[in-house]
């Protein structure tokens, strides 16, 4: 495996990462901060909402790179709105989706085909549906029914387009009242957001740079992501799912307290009886101010646990005053980070050849 210091170095010059990178794939990942204030724009300018009486549930219909704004908007809504977030991956919506189920459907193509199934079924049973895409078939069909869409500028990739895809529901739901406190929540997640990435740019030298640093670290390793249950938890699945993507490895993710129920049996090795580990694991622990207590000591027992299995445990902790400032702030890094893991390991980190191959394998999907 080449030493870290060498991949730092790389990541430090301009010209090795043009050439590693030729689509500029760190632009969109840089650009995250100014997503999020746009993104409140275009949300909070949308009319004819649907009103908010009766509401027994919010459901967020996504896949992949849209589909993480339902753990977005699950994690941060959790302790504010009076009703369950249920985030749904699938073409099926479960029997409860009715006429008192906010439902936001999210597809930043507009033509993901489980989202537009999910969305017909929805719309059949009567459910108050805002669609948040930039165009294609969800578009056409929320408008042809009457639905509000937040329409979002296009030309990224979807997991590159957080800000545009994530924001809008929280948006939408502080509107309704769902979401007390969330305004000031969004003003500081955006400054946050915009110093984190500050940070983590390419310009910033990788004796300086978290991101570079994690990045560096993790060539050679598979990654594991753990944070508490709530926002660390999203923002580790967000970064097992952006090593895949970018970095173009197998990552795994969990959360406390449950993995302390399972995972950790799997890690831990008691005085060479076990044997080895398959491959080389780095532990990324996605850490805030706002975790409990208990969990706080479980990390640390957990440590202690693994430390001599695994080549490294790394906290890495968030700002931010408000639990949306923070996970924002985890995302922020670990998009950087796995970025340039990607670049690290000479991966592009913009194609997802294997997605496109199956999308072409499947064929057109009939709407």
Known sequence: MTPATTRLDDLDDPEKLAAADPSDFLKAVEGLPAQLGEAVGLAAAVDGLPPAAGLKAIAVLGMGGSGISGELCRSVLAPLAPVPVVTIRDYDVPAWVGPDTLVFAVSYSGNTEETLSAFHQAAERGARIVAVTTGGAL??????????????????????????????????????????????????????????????????????????????????????????????????YRMKCQFNENAKVLAGWATFPELNHNEVVGLYRSGGDSPPNPAP????????????????????????LVSDSVEFVEDVWARGSSPLARLLDLITTGDHATTYLGIARGADPAPIVAIDTLKAALGTYAV
């Open 281 to 304: 694991f780095g532990v990324v622990v996605l850490r805030h101010e706002g975790e409990n207590p208990r969990i706080a000591r479980r990390i640390d027992v957990t440590r202690s």
């Open 139 to 236: 578009a056409q069909e929320a408008d042809a029914r009457g639905y509000p869409a937040v329409v979002v500028p296009g030309g990224l990739m979807p997991r590159a387009a957080l800000g545009y895809v994530g924001i809008p529901p929280l948006v939408v739901c502080s509107r309704l009242g769902l979401a007390p406190g969330l305004d000031a929540a969004l003003d500081e997640a955006v400054e946050v957001a915009a110093r984190r990435a500050g940070e983590c740019h390419r310009s910033v030298p990788a004796a300086s740079n978290p991101a570079k640093q994690l990045g560096a670290r993790l060539v050679g390793c598979l990654p594991l992501v753990w944070g508490s249950e709530g926002i660390a938890g999203a923002a580790a």
